[in-house]
């Protein structure tokens, strides 16, 4: 059973830009969930798609986006993207909800320069 | 608000050494936990979980158990290798469809 794919695995992007993170999740999975990770926060929620809606969503500027297709494939985008964004993106999916229990991808290292 | 605390580490041990990671939880509702562990360069893999007061999670000789007296889920494992370092973090979700709230991370290095 393949697990959670992300990629690409690394970018590195110029103060201004915008980029696409993509997550695809184990088959069968429909929910999507998005952390951004750095050493300062750690863990902070971005949002949680399932069955192409939004369906929780952090406290994160609306410069982060996300949607869902009706593959369960996922993306994120970040725009205007500020130095304090560089961190690692995971993405998780869950087969119906999140307390059931994520499983995470390897991530994407996004660096800001 | 839901709201996760691990101690604070890092946490360094001798090989075959006893482990214990605290983790207390405050939650609006009864929560899912879970043990989450991160090694080097990879995302967070589900260790154990517990969905129900006094009940025990375990994998891989590590063991938490659930309780809601004291609003605790400490991490255990009996006798650590040196393929155990790794960062843990604790996590909560409760029940329906909340995002899962994890703590900060503890660091593990344990020396041969």
């Known amino acids: 059973k393949a697990g959670v794919t992300q990629t690409p695995r690394y970018l590195i992007k110029t103060r201004g830009q915008q980029v696409t993170l993509s997550c695809s999740p184990i088959?069968?999975?429909?929910?999507v969930s998005w952390y951004q990770q750095t050493p300062g926060q750690g863990l902070q929620f971005l949002f949680e798609?399932?069955?192409?809606?939004?369906?929780n969503k952090g406290n994160f500027p609306g410069r982060f986006s996300g949607r869902q297709f009706s593959n369960s494939r996922s993306e994120m985008n970040v725009s205007t993207l500020e130095l304090g964004d560089s961190a690692l993106y995971l993405c998780?999916?869950?087969?119906?909800?999140?307390?059931?229990?994520?499983?995470f991808g390897s991530g994407t290292r996004l660096t800001v320069v | 608000g839901d709201s996760v605390t691990q101690m604070e580490g890092p946490v360094t041990l001798s090989e075959e050494a006893f482990l214990t990671i605290n983790c207390t939880y405050t939650a609006t509702g009864y929560p899912s936990l879970f043990w989450y562990v991160q090694y080097p360069g990879e995302g967070l893999q589900l260790l154990l979980k517990?969905?129900?007061?006094?009940d025990k999670g375990s994998n891989k000789g590590f063991e938490a158990t659930y309780r809601k007296e004291t609003t605790s889920f400490h991490l255990e494992k009996g006798s650590v290798q040196v393929s155990d370092s790794a960062v843990y973090f604790c996590a909560l979700s409760v029940q329906g469809n909340t995002p899962l709230v994890f703590g900060k991370g503890t660091r593990l290095s344990v020396i041969a």
């Open positions: 088959s069968g999975h429909r929910s």
């Open positions: 998780a999916s869950s087969s119906e909800r999140p307390s059931y229990g994520y499983t």
């Open positions: 798609y399932f069955s192409e809606t939004q369906r």
């Open positions: 517990a969905t129900k007061a006094d």
